[in-house]
């Protein structure tokens, strides 16, 4: 099974409005294991309406959203809920660490909500940030750490629980040109070694070539290459 695939899906902004939006139109994808693709699109072309579609965060107006096999239309938000905590990752542009707590303790929380012990939470945070060089960081909040530490530190937590699908809206957009380009290796060498898939928006064409695929949207389409 694919571990993303969305079929015939459409979303419309205001529907029936004088301000309707139609931002996806019969949108197709599917992305299996262990693949890497690149969203490519303007600014307004619906990047962000198609991730959080995906994401199970916004339902389509129609078409088919499904998750590791499973069809995702028409489930409770319960499910969906439990379905986003389980299968899938976020990173966005900013990254959205809790700025009271360290870094250790923001990639330990959402295994807690998981259900996974704090032993072992513990573990796998400490080894995770080891992992993306910032071990030494462990213990600093946020605000102490720099712009692509805290974009590490988010990575980290967005890998936590081990989702199968990793969405990333602009990961390194917020970050000067010499240090997106680190932060995106490590972030590559992250999702390889896990072998999740991913879906990551960007604007930047050379970090997208590095990717196994490219998207495109147009026009509500998506188009491959
Ligand atoms: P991108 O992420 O590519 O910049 P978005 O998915 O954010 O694009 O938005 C696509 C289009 O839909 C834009 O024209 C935007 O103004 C519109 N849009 C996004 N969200 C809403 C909303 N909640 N209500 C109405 N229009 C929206
Ligand atoms: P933008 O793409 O407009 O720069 P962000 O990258 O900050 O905005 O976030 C992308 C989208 O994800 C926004 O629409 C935001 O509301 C949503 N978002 C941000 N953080 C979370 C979160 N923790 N859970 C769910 N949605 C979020």
Redesign the pocket.
């Known amino acids: 099974d694919p571990v993303l695939a969305l079929s015939g899906v459409t979303k419309t902004y205001n529907k029936g409005l004088p301000g309707a939006v139609e931002v996806l139109r019969g949108a197709e994808l599917s992305i299996a294991p262990g693949e890497v693709v690149a969203l490519v699109a303007p600014s307004g072309a619906g990047k962000?309406t198609l991730l959080h579609i995906a994401g199970l965060?916004d339902t389509p107006d129609e078409g088919a959203v499904r998750i590791c096999g499973r069809d995702m239309t028409g489930m409770s938000d319960r499910k969906r809920t439990a379905a986003r905590r389980e299968d899938i990752g976020?990173i966005?542009?900013?990254h959205?660490l809790l700025p009271e707590f360290t870094a250790l303790e923001n990639v330990v929380l959402p295994q807690l909500a998981n259900g996974v012990n704090r032993g072992e939470a513990v573990t796998r945070a400490a080894d995770l940030l080891a992992r993306v060089g910032v071990g030494g960081r462990a213990d600093h909040r946020p605000a102490a750490l720099s712009g692509g530490e805290q974009q590490r530190v988010a990575f980290c937590r967005a890998l936590a629980n081990e989702p199968a699908l990793l969405l990333a809206?602009?990961p390194t957009g917020n970050l000067d040109p010499g240090t997106a380009d680190h932060v995106f290796e490590t972030l590559m060498e992250l999702v390889r070694a896990t072998g999740m898939a991913a879906l990551i928006a960007t604007h930047n064409m050379e970090l997208a070539a590095r990717m196994d695929r490219v998207l495109r949207m147009d026009n509500g389409v998506l188009t491959e290459g």
Do not use: N, T, V
């Open positions: 962000s965060l976020f966005y542009q900013f959205h809206d602009e």
